[in-house]
C-alpha cells in the first residue's frame, strides 16, 4: 500500500499550499469561536459541519460568519 500512501501524501500537500492563498479566496465562510477562551479556529480548519470543541474548556464553539473581506473595517 505504499504507493495509495504517496498519493494520499501528495494530494494532502497540494490542498495545504491551496489554503495558503495569501487569506483571500480560501473558501472560509468564517470562524469557530469559543467567546469564553477567545480560541478561535477557521471553519476551513474543521473537517465536517460539526463545531469543534474548544480546546481550552471543551465546550462546543460558536460559529460566527466572517464579515466581507473586502475591504478594511477600520
Ligand atoms: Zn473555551
Redesign the pocket.
Known sequence: MEFANTIKETLQASTESANRGGGKGDGSKGAYW?H??A?RIRDVDVEGETPPD?P??G?AMEFERSPSTTGCAC
Do not use: A, K, L, Y
Request: charged share 40%.
Open positions: 469559543c469564553d477562551c480560541e474548544c481550552d474548556c465546550v
